[in-house]
């Protein structure tokens, strides 16, 4: 009872007391292998110990593309803002080493020096500079071309033209950056990925007379994925003559689907496979080593071009032996109605049992005859329904 509403999980349904059950089967975990790519296509992979840090800042673009929106916001604002105030100070030292800071004193104190004659005697080198204040607020109305007319940079000071070029310049190079920055994340590749999908688990089944692995693969969007290729490897632990041993071996395999080659045409949902031969890794697969002990994961990778914005993109999923159903094949999904081919997504994982022998592909190409032991299964067809026929003419009798 407490399992069906979710408080415990399955692999620790209780069946019967707790105190009739061992010690050691009781605080039994269920082991699995670790994933080397996520259902998701996130690569479960830790970098640690880089001790050349200094490589990332060689490419700094790159590295704020890749920091999370946060970290990116706050760089950015935190350059403005050092902006802002550097040369907020740089226009302060300037009118402090001008006179101009004394000059304002002075006029505040005896408004009477500020006559027609005395203001032509002095020009300073921006007007209306008080102290630090005005200073930074001068600074944000030049690197921003607020322009509130209040404060302006006169010709007694070349020092000061000098200073506004230069924070004209650094001001349009972080615009620059902040914008392209902004656009690169907003249309990274993985995003276009995000409507490419495929089914949760893959299957084992019989096609032709041959052990094929199979897999469905969708796109929901209208717009083509171009030039779209997919391929395989399987992730494994191996170990040479040597006595080297590989952890995570990528091992190629061959793939087959409709069009041929590794290139697909990925308008409606298409099942991809793999023959299971002599050549395969999975070659001597079979029921008995599709649990989560075993150390295997395949790994899917979907390439193309967007249509509309011309930039690559990439998605990525995985199946460990566990997500693979053996004896079972996809269900149709595609149907013709009304005059064209509709898809139904809400079965785009379903399965069906299908007559599969139970051995590996070894076993099934030594001994032929475990095929003529095969009750054959119904053939899958495109379904028709709703399907209209307007007569194009009519039968009428003849006049007598």
Not at 328 to 343: K, L, N
Request: aromatic share 8%.
């Amino acid at each position: 009872m407490l399992s069906r509403k979710g408080i415990i999980p399955e692999e620790y349904v209780l069946t019967r007391l707790a105190e009739d059950v061992p010690d050691h089967a009781r605080y039994r975990a269920r082991e699995r292998r670790a994933r080397f790519v996520g259902k998701n296509g996130a690569c479960n992979v830790a970098h640690k110990n880089i001790r050349e840090q200094g490589r990332f800042l060689q490419d700094v673009f790159t590295t704020l593309v890749d920091l999370k929106w946060p970290h990116t916001l706050l760089i950015f604002t935190m350059s403005f803002l050092c902006s802002w105030l550097l040369f907020g100070m740089v226009w302060w030292l300037i009118a402090f080493a001008h006179g101009d800071l004394d000059h304002s004193t002075r006029l505040q104190r005896d408004p009477a020096e500020g006559t027609a004659g005395s203001a032509a005697a002095f020009v300073p080198c921006v007007t209306s500079i008080h102290s630090f204040t005005s200073a930074f607020l001068f600074s944000i109305e030049v690197q921003v071309t607020i322009g509130f007319g209040g404060r302006m940079v006169t010709e007694e000071c070349p020092a000061a033209i000098l200073v506004l070029i230069v924070q004209n310049i650094v001001g349009l190079v972080i615009n620059a950056i902040m914008l392209g920055c902004i656009f690169m994340k907003t249309s990274q590749a993985h995003r276009r990925a995000e409507t490419l999908i495929f089914s949760k688990h893959a299957v084992i089944a019989l096609r032709e007379g041959r052990l094929c692995f199979m897999l469905r693969v969708g796109d929901l969007r209208k717009s083509m994925i171009i030039s779209a290729t997919i391929r395989m490897q399987v992730v494994k632990k191996t170990a040479s003559l040597e006595g080297e041993v590989v952890p995570l071996n990528q091992i190629d395999i061959q793939m087959e689907n409709p069009v041929g080659g590794n290139s697909i045409f990925l308008v409606s949902p298409l099942i991809i496979y793999h023959v299971i031969d002599k050549n395969s890794p999975l070659y001597d697969i079979s029921p008995m080593n599709l649990h989560h002990h075993e150390d295997l994961e395949i790994i899917v990778i979907l390439e193309g071009v967007v249509e509309t914005t011309g930039i690559t993109t990439q998605a990525r999923t995985s199946y460990l032996a566990d997500e693979i159903l053996w004896g079972q094949r996809f269900v149709p999904i595609v149907a013709e109605e009304d005059g064209r081919y509709s898809v139904d997504y809400s079965k785009f994982g379903n399965t069906v049992k299908v007559p599969t022998p139970s051995c590996t592909a070894r076993q099934l190409e030594e001994d032929k005859s475990i095929m003529d032991t095969m009750p054959l299964s119904p053939k899958g067809t495109i379904r028709k329904r709703s399907v209209k026929l307007k007569p194009k003419f009519t039968i009428s009798e003849e006049p007598s």
